[in-house]
């Protein structure tokens, strides 16, 4: 059942995976150089929200660009 559905999908995971990465990667450096000083900054003062923050908006952002499981024609 796994490896079916991962058979299917295989597009949709390797996108979700690089923009999950790119997207923590952005968060990250977004942190590093750009940030928040005082503190006050819910997300941006805090490497890992910003890191895991990124990858959640990396990973949706690519995802969108999946083709859809159901159009493809089994076989």
């Known amino acids: 059942m796994i490896r079916k559905f ?10 979700l995976s690089i ?3 790119t997207g923590a990667l952005a968060g990250f450096f977004y942190w590093k150089n750009i940030g ?26 690519l995802f969108s660009f999946a083709p859809d499981s159901s159009k493809i024609k089994n076989s």
């Open 19 to 21: 923009g999950a990465l």
């Open 36 to 61: 928040c000083n005082s503190g006050t900054c819910a997300i941006w003062s805090n490497p890992t929200k910003s890191t895991l923050y990124g990858a959640m908006l990396g990973a949706m952002f």
């Open 6 to 15: 991962l058979r299917k999908n295989k597009k949709a995971i390797l996108l």
